[in-house]
């Protein structure tokens, strides 16, 4: 089992930044694909951004590109979302996503609100 745990959330004034991180635990998780997925009041969850096992490949979803960075260090086992030039359409919960082999698991989430 992989256990994820997401932290860095908070309240932010638009305009500003935040860092989310995500720690893995359980597995080491340098061989998975890492996803971050946020949920806002109301809406689906969609994806924000994806990075590859090795961390050569990026995928950003279209409303967030440009603004968002996402990062891994596999020898802390943990993901980083950079989060930039915030909006207050992106207030939502963030969640955190591993996955390999058709195996997927999620973190609990953390909040991000952005108050305009």
């Known amino acids: 089992q992989v256990q994820l745990r997401e932290s860095g959330g908070g309240l932010v004034q638009a305009g500003g930044s935040v860092r989310l991180s995500c720690a893995a635990s359980?597995?080491?998780?340098?061989?998975?694909?890492m996803s971050w997925y946020r949920q806002a009041p109301g809406k689906e969850r969609e994806i924000v951004a994806t990075i590859t096992r090795s961390g050569g490949g990026t995928y950003y979803g279209d409303s967030v590109k440009g603004r968002f960075s996402i990062s891994r260090d596999n020898a802390k086992n943990t993901v980083y979302l950079q989060v930039n030039s915030l909006k207050p359409e992106d207030t939502a919960i963030y969640y955190c996503n591993a996955a390999v082999a058709g195996q997927v698991w999620w973190g609990q989430g953390t909040q991000v609100t952005v108050s305009s």
């Open positions: 359980g597995r080491t998780v340098s061989t998975y694909d």
